[in-house]
DNA sequence: CCAAAAGTGTTAAAAGTACACCCATGC
DNA sequence: GCATGGGTGTACTTTTAACACTTTTGG
């Protein structure tokens, strides 16, 4: 079969010249999340869990010494999928991490150097089983807590529809730093169709357009944990229910009572024989099983 | 702020050399879907609806002569969503399109030409407003009947965990072509993780990996049906309840009762003093509303 | 005994489902 | 009248939610 100009395939191939036109260039980060427990200064009291975000200190420019996600810049004979592992393996000691493609940022100058398309994949991690590497010369990585809250809320009547305005805090904290940001999240409904946007109102030394990518990371969450098994990636193979309702509950930013928790999810783990010791009545420990 | 070689932001972005590596190239390509009317011949019977998806024929190497998803290479000037447009305005004469980012595509060997990463995006038309525009020198743009079937399930145990192996066939067809596609989606749940994989079993002259996403539209599209609003813009401004269900009823490949699908989307609607006339009692007509 | 959390039961409200019936229209 | 679809009511089941109570443990 010849194509327009009279070429077969094998010769057009031959002659295609990939950089006849100038490319973008491409990056993949990730956003990984895990949970972190806090001891408990009373024995009797449960340990309370907090969810972090691994961030890394930039130790060049643009965004120099701002915090960003572990990304890497695409090689030509990898995978998306394969970038994502490598931009993990590069910072953690991972196994069985759950990993899954979040969304693509492709704004014309959301980095200085060039014009840089980034897929971002979303990581779940239980920190069980794996640990940051001892840390690269002149390299920070660092777990973040991360807390978000709605501080504002806005419904206004506009021609054909109806704009929403959420304002979110989000605060990354650890030990030494506290950063503090907001972002706005603009729902439009025009007509029938349905845009959202997120800006950023305040960001507190966060690199590139990375805070963007870590609220669509916690809204993904948000809605999967409501229909799939996603929570079970960030709890040890082991866990009493009320360590998963923990979970549920940092997340969705909601209590929920033990007896209705329980039968929410009771078709989705299997009791083991075994128990969580501690300075009250033990706990049965339960298994994820489909 | 200097960096560790001792320059400024200025001077380190001066002297950035985006050509130092290779970049892959990278398009962006709409799925397209709507849904179209079919004449029931009996005067007394409602018209029947199908659903629908955009292809174009290749007219150059390589897949030269199959059916492909519009798409149009990046310019270094423009947004993802922007491409996304541009692709859509080429080839139809669009007013209120819904479009979302669906899935970023990166296989190393997806393109004979070079590597070529390709970010997709979701559009949903209401063919009452918009027309495929007149077709192009040596190109068909044609839309095409879009069904898809399951063929067989099956469920089998692996080593921690299970293996679920799914075939559909996916019909694409219009007055004068058939094609017969067959895909297997693989769900694996290993310990707590759930990857899935989707595979091309049987290629019918559409090009590229282009199945794969016409499949994963679809499947988004089943997923957002049910949580979201997205039905409305398949549909004209105004619409009778019956309409709106046969969208549900073709997209989810499921009946439902009128009383019950009326409860079910009743406040999202609203009735406006119109009437749909045709050979039996008219039907009420209504709008969507927030 | 008491505090803290594990674990279970009971009930009411809400959402989803099945089905039955009457209405309006044009032939 | 009758076929076809429009439109509504009712009764039943399932799911969700609220909350109350009992059990087990270490101090």
Known sequence: MLNIEGLTEKEFLEKYDPSQFEHP????????FAIEEKQSNDVRKLNRKKLQVLLLKRTNHPYINTWCLPGVFIKMDESLEEASLR????????????????????????????????????????????????????????????????ISMKKEKIDNGVKQILEYKIILSNE????????????????????????????????????????????????KIE??????????????????????????????????????????????????LGGFRPAKLYIYQK
Chains 1, 2 share one sequence.
């Open 25 to 32: 260039s491409y990056t993949v980060d990730d956003l990984l």
């Open 87 to 150: 931009a993990l393996k590069e910072k953690t000691d991972f196994k069985n991490i759950y990993l899954e493609q979040l969304y693509t940022y492709g704004e014309v100058n959301r980095d200085k150097r060039t014009r840089v398309i980034t897929t971002t994949y979303l990581g779940l991690i239980d920190k069980n089983q794996s640990q940051i590497k001892e840390t690269f010369v002149n390299e920070e990585t660092k777990w973040f807590d991360f807390k978000i809250n709605t």
């Open 176 to 223: 030494e730093i506290i950063l503090d940001n907001i972002i706005q999240v603009i729902i439009n409904t025009v007509n029938k169709i349905t845009t959202k946007e997120v800006k950023i109102v305040k960001n507190d030394n966060i690199g590139f357009d990375h805070l963007k990518i870590i609220y669509c990371g916690i809204e993904r969450i948000r809605n």
């Open 227 to 276: 229909y799939s098994d996603i929570a079970f990636s960030l709890l040890p193979d082991k866990f009493t229910i009320a360590e998963l309702q923990q979970v549920y509950e940092l997340i969705l930013n909601k209590k929920f009572t033990k007896a209705n928790f329980q039968r929410k999810i009771g078709n989705r783990i299997k009791p083991i024989d075994e128990y969580r």
